[in-house]
């Protein structure tokens, strides 16, 4: 099994313009997740996915919009990148809502310039 | 709200040794307690998980212990290898809610982290 596979692994991208992170996972998940890491700030919750057809804000929203294309797959996308967007951002995805052992994708490290 | 901190932000250590991770919270209402280990390049890994009725759990060499009394969680590796080098986080879950289709969520808080170095 992949598990938790998120694309592209880098990308720099100007102040401004736009891209989707993609998430998509093989282990038949209903939860899904988008976290940032920063140094020092830990890993922080922008958008889950409870199940198929739902959504919700996490810790720190703005900035960003989310899609649950289907179960399998969960997109994060910067409509207009700022510097402060820069970050790893990890994809996760869990069993149920309630369960925490979530397991993370390997990262998108991205750099707005 | 929840905020989690960790004592040390590295920890040095002999192969062969004990290594002692700490972390603190601060919601006396957190329920749920995972610690997650994370190499270089790479997402975070579950290690060992801990619910809030349990004082001790113990896992392949590693054990978590929770003292509610002064919300703090350890987490202990036992003759710790090379190959445990990496950052390890606690992570701590203060209930959440119900979205607005009525599913049930935790809420995790992350720590920050402590970088755990082992030297042969």
């Known amino acids: 099994n992949a598990g938790v596979t998120q694309t592209p692994k880098f990308q720099v991208l100007k102040t401004g313009q736009s891209m989707t992170l993609q998430c998509a996972q093989d282990?038949?998940?209903?939860?899904m997740y988008w976290y940032r890491q920063d140094p020092g700030m830990g890993l922080r919750l922008i958008y889950y996915s409870a199940s198929e057809g739902t959504t919700d804000k996490g810790e720190v929203p703005n900035g960003y919009n989310v899609s649950r294309l289907n179960k399998r797959e969960f997109s994060l996308r910067l409509e207009s990148a700022a510097p402060s967007q820069t970050s790893v951002y990890f994809c996760a995805s869990s069993v149920r809502p309630t369960q925490y052992g979530y397991t993370f994708g390997s990262g998108t490290r991205l750099t707005v310039v | 709200g929840e905020s989690v901190g960790l004592h040390l932000p590295t920890l040095s250590v002999q192969e062969g040794d004990n290594s002692i991770i700490n972390c603190a919270y601060s919601n006396s209402a957190s329920d749920y307690f995972i610690w997650y280990k994370q190499e270089s390049g790479k997402g975070p890994q579950f290690i060992i998980d801990?619910?809030?009725n349990m004082d001790k759990r113990q896992g392949q060499r590693v054990t978590v212990l929770l003292n509610k009394t002064v919300k703090h969680l350890s987490l202990q590796i036992a003759a710790t290898q090379p190959g445990d080098s990496a950052v390890y986080f606690c992570?701590?879950?203060w209930g959440g809610g119900a979205n607005a289709g009525g599913t049930s969520y935790g809420k995790l808080t992350f720590g920050q982290g402590t970088i755990l170095t082992v030297h042969p």
């Open positions: 801990i619910r809030s």
């Open positions: 992570a701590v879950n």
């Open positions: 282990m038949n998940h209903n939860s």
